[in-house]
T-cell receptor, first 115, second 115 residues
């Protein structure tokens, strides 16, 4: 069975600074995808960034980038130039590239950006 | 895309009552998922539909839970004889058939409180 672990329940960062959120996962499969989702307070989950396991190149989306270490089964999210609007719960998710494509989520990291 | 919508956004009920939630996926998405999110946890998979067919159910989905997706459009999730342990956020997500088929788009959720 696949598992996802987020070991940082809470983090804070000063506005304009850089922060890295950690995620590790466990699987014996090779075909899978990894995601970071953002869940602002009382608002719906929004996709932040997506990584295909077969791609060695790390995904980037504006201020968001990942460090994907397949051998180590690590998938961290780096947020550069943090903004107050980045304050949210961040969930790491794993999905196999076949079957139902159901997500397996970590327990989340609550990020607070300080003014 | 108009986004995934869920109704109601909040539901308070007494133990033993039945409740029903509705999810309207993005119109061209033929795959629909239900997840449950309890406080301090990431969402957990409940069930999955491809068109009108329910293809997988989690062990979390006890006999008191039933989900339907008539005509492959909107979906309903019913909980009979609610218990306090059913209190959670119920999330619906959908994904498309083409393009990034691994990516799910989430609704705002229905927060259920069982007194």
């Amino acid at each position: 069975a696949q598992t996802v672990t987020q070991s940082q329940p809470e983090m804070s960062v000063q506005e304009a600074e850089t922060v890295t959120l950690s995620c590790t996962y466990d699987t014996s499969e090779n075909n899978y995808y990894l995601f970071w989702y953002k869940q602002p307070p009382s608002r719906q989950m929004i996709l932040v960034i997506r990584q295909e396991a077969y791609k060695q190149q790390n995904a980037t989306e504006n201020r968001f980038s990942v460090n994907f270490q397949k051998a180590a089964k690590s998938f961290s999210l780096k947020i550069s130039d943090s903004q107050l609007g980045d304050t949210a719960m961040y969930f790491c998710a794993f999905v196999l590239g076949s079957g139902t494509y159901k997500y397996i989520f970590g327990t989340g990291t609550r990020l607070k950006v300080l003014a | 895309d108009t986004g995934v919508s869920q109704d109601p956004r909040h539901k308070i009920t007494k133990r033993g009552q039945n409740v029903t939630f509705r999810c309207d996926p993005i119109s061209e998405h033929n795959r629909l998922y239900w997840y449950r999110q309890t406080l301090g946890q990431g969402p957990e998979f409940l069930t999955y539909f491809q068109n009108e067919a329910q293809l997988e159910k989690s062990r979390l989905l006890s006999d008191r839970f039933s989900a339907e997706r008539p005509k492959g459009s909107f979906s309903t999730l019913e909980i009979q004889r609610t218990e306090q342990g059913d209190s959670a956020m119920y999330l619906c997500a959908s994904r498309r058939l083409a393009g990034h088929t691994d990516t799910q788009y989430f609704g705002p959720g229905t927060r259920l409180t069982v007194l």
